[in-house]
C-alpha cells in the first residue's frame, strides 16, 4: 500500500502536469494561431505518429521489464537497438518527404518530414529515460525529468507560436527543444545505472511488442491523415479541437488501469467475474454525469477557451458520447493483462482498431469531420464489446 501510494502520487502529479500543459497550448492555439497554422502543426505530429508503426515501438517497454529483473545495461542497449533499426524509420519518412516534395508540392510537408527523419530516431532513443527510472522504482526522478522535459517544450511551443505564422518553425521547435530535454534525462538515468549486465531477450521481446503496436498506431494517427488529405488543415484543426476536452477527460479514465492492476493480480479470475459488473455500472454511471455536464457546458467552454473553434462544438458534443464506453475498458483490460491474456487483448485491441480504421476510410469521404466523429464512437463501443466479450470467456 506504501509503495502504491507514493509511486502512484508521483505519477498521477506527472499525468496530471502533463495534461494541464497540454491544455494551456491548446488554449494559446485556439486564441493566436490560425487554423491553418495548426492544422498543418498537427498533420505533421500525426503523420510522424504513422510512420513510427515502422520503428521498434515497444521498445520502452521492453527496456523496463528488462531493467526490473536487474538489467540495468539494458538502457545502453536500447540505445543501440533504436538506432540500428531506425533506418526502417528513416528511409520511409524521406521517401515520403520526397513525395511530397516532388509529386504533392507541398514544400512545408516535405520540409518538415525531413527534420522528423532527422531527430525522430533520436528522440525515441533517449524519451526511455522515465521508463528506466519507473523500472527502478523511482518515480520521483522519472516524474520530475518528465513533467521538466514537457514544460521546457511547452515553454518553447509557446514562444515559437508568438515569434511567427509559419508552422515549420512549431515543427522544428518541438523536435529540436524535446530531443535535448529528452537526451538529459537520458543521461540523467545513464548516471543512476546500478550495473552494465545487458538482457539478451531484450531485441525479442521488443519486436513483439511493437509488432503488437503496429495496427493500434496505424489506427490513433490515420484519422489526421484522412482530414488533412481530403478536408485540409483548416479541418484538421477543427477536428482536433473537437476532441480536445474530451481526450483530457478520458486521460482520468486511464488512472484506473494502473489502479485496478495490482489488485486484480492478486485476485483470480472467476472472482473479479463474479464481482466487476457492480463496480463497472458505478463507473458507467458516474461517467455519464459528467458527460452530460460536458455536453451541456460545451458551448460556453468554447466561447471562452477556443474562440476560433466554436464550430467544433457539436462535434465535440457528439464525441464526448465515446467517453461512456472508454470509461470502462481499462478497468477489463487490467483484469485481462493481470492474468497475462495476451490472446483476448490481441483480439479486443487489434479488432476494434480494424473497425476504426475501415470506418474511417468509409465514413470520413462520405460526411466529412461527422463521419470521422461517428467512426471514433463506433470504434470505442465495439472495444468496449470486444473487451466484454474476451473478458467472460477469460
Known amino acids: ?9 508521483w505519477l498521477v502529479l506527472e499525468q496530471a502536469a502533463g495534461m494541464a500543459l497540454s491544455f494551456a497550448l491548446a488554449i494559446a492555439f485556439g486564441h493566436f494561431a ?13 503523420l510522424a505518429g504513422l510512420l513510427s508503426a515502422v520503428s521498434l515501438s515497444g521498445l520502452g517497454d521492453a527496456m523496463n521489464q528488462s531493467v526490473a529483473r536487474g538489467y540495468d545495461g539494458a538502457l545502453t542497449q536500447s540505445l543501440r537497438l533504436q538506432a540500428r533499426w531506425s533506418l526502417p524509420f528513416v528511409l520511409v519518412t524521406l521517401g515520403t518527404a520526397a513525395y511530397y516534395s516532388w509529386i504533392a508540392d507541398n514544400e512545408f510537408v516535405a ?9 525522430q530516431p533520436v528522440l525515441a532513443s533517449v524519451s526511455i529515460f522515465a521508463s528506466f527510472f519507473y523500472a527502478q522504482k523511482d518515480f520521483v526522478r522519472g516524474s520530475l525529468y518528465s513533467i521538466g522535459m514537457n514544460t521546457i517544450t511547452f515553454l518553447a511551443l509557446l514562444a515559437a507560436l508568438f515569434l511567427g505564422e509559419r508552422a515549420i518553425m512549431l515543427v522544428g521547435t518541438y523536435f529540436v527543444v524535446k530531443t535535448l530535454a529528452a537526451a538529459y534525462g537520458f543521461w540523467k538515468a545513464y548516471r543512476h545505472r546500478r550495473n552494465d549486465t545487458e538482457d539478451p531477450a531484450l531485441f525479442g521481446f521488443s519486436a513483439h511488442l511493437s509488432a503488437m503496436n503496429v495496427i493500434g498506431a496505424i489506427a490513433d494517427k490515420i484519422d489526421s491523415v484522412i482530414i488533412f488529405t481530403l478536408l485540409g488543415p483548416a479541418q484538421l484543426a477543427t477536428y482536433a479541437f473537437a476532441l480536445a476536452i474530451p481526450e483530457q477527460i478520458k486521460g482520468v479514465a486511464k488512472n484506473l488501469y494502473g489502479l485496478a492492476l495490482p489488485r486484480f493480480a492478486a485476485r483470480e479470475v472467476s472472482d473479479i467475474q463474479q464481482t466487476i ?3 463497472l455500472f458505478l463507473v458507467l454511471g458516474s461517467t455519464a454525469i459528467v458527460v452530460l455536464i460536458y455536453i451541456g457546458a460545451a458551448p460556453a467552454l468554447f466561447v471562452f477557451l477556443f474562440p476560433i473553434y466554436t464550430d467544433a462544438i457539436t462535434y465535440s458534443q457528439w464525441y464526448a458520447l465515446s467517453i461512456l464506453p472508454a470509461s470502462i475498458v481499462p478497468i477489463l483490460a487490467a483484469a485481462l493483462t493481470a492474468h497475462q491474456k495476451t490472446r483476448a487483448l ?14 474511417l476510410l468509409i465514413l470520413i469521404p462520405w460526411f466529412g469531420l461527422a463521419g470521422a466523429i461517428a467512426a471514433q464512437v463506433i470504434y470505442r463501443l465495439c472495444n468496449m464489446i470486444l473487451t466484454i466479450w474476451q473478458f467472460t470467456k477469460a
Open 111 to 119: 520540409g518538415s518530414l525531413v527534420i522528423v527523419a532527422l531527430l
Open 346 to 359: 490481441y483480439i479486443s485491441t487489434n479488432g476494434s482498431s480494424i473497425v476504426l480504421i475501415m470506418a
Open 277 to 279: 459488473w457492480r463496480k
Open 34 to 46: 490560425s487554423k491553418d497554422m495548426y492544422g498543418n502543426y498537427k498533420y505533421i505530429l500525426s
Open 1 to 9: 500500500m506504501v509503495y502504491l501510494a507514493s509511486g502512484g502520487f
